[in-house]
């Protein structure tokens, strides 16, 4: 091979070396426990409480991000309910805000059991819109995820 065609390969190596060396952002802070309160008549864990738990999850995530406790849940896209946990696992939710508009965030969501990993529920979209203090959606100005050390800079 000669070298001019070997420069070109690294050349082309670096230029993609961030899609290679890609790690997701999503964060599982939140930990629950299947209590027998939380399980449906199945002896599953009901998907009623999982969406409560994820709804609270992301609104928390959605003020931190935009830095305003007026969020309000906007749309949910479909929720594939993977697996079921039963009493006694240990759940986590991970949240990952996926875009920001002008005046609303977009964020996908995963749970899965602490312990074996096993996928327990995906979304892929959930919006949720920053309002002003009338409940009229307000422009956030942000543009991109930021994290408590930038915040306190
Ligand atoms: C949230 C609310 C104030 C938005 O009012 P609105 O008149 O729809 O406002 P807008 O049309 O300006 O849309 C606001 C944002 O939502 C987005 N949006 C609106 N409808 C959407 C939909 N179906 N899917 C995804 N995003 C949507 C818009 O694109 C816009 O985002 P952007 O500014 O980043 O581009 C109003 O819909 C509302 O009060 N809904 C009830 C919320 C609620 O009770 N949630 C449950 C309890 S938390």
């Known amino acids: 091979m000669d070298v001019q065609r070997l420069f070109k390969i690294i ?8 899609l290679f060396f890609y ?11 299947v209590k027998p309160e ?5 002896e599953t864990l009901f998907g009623g409480r999982m969406l409560a738990w994820i ?17 309000v849940t906007k749309y949910i896209s479909e929720i ?32 899965r059991n602490k312990l074996t990993r096993e996928p327990i529920l995906k979304i892929d979209k959930l919006v949720f819109v920053n309002l002003d203090a009338d409940g009229k959606a307000l422009p956030h100005g942000k543009t991109e995820i930021t994290y408590v ?3 306190l800079d």
């Open 11 to 18: 050349e082309l190596r670096a230029a993609f070396e961030p």
């Open 23 to 33: 790690t997701p952002t999503m964060n599982f802070h939140t930990r629950k426990w």
């Open 38 to 42: 939380d399980l449906n008549p199945n």
């Open 55 to 71: 709804d609270e999850e992301a609104v928390i995530y959605a003020i931190v991000q935009l830095e305003n406790k007026h969020v």
């Open 80 to 111: 594939d309910f993977i697996s079921a946990p039963r009493q006694g696992d240990i759940v986590e939710l991970g949240i990952e805000a996926t875009a920001f508009g002008r005046t609303s965030i977009t964020m996908r969501c995963e749970v």
């Open 149 to 151: 050390k930038d915040r």
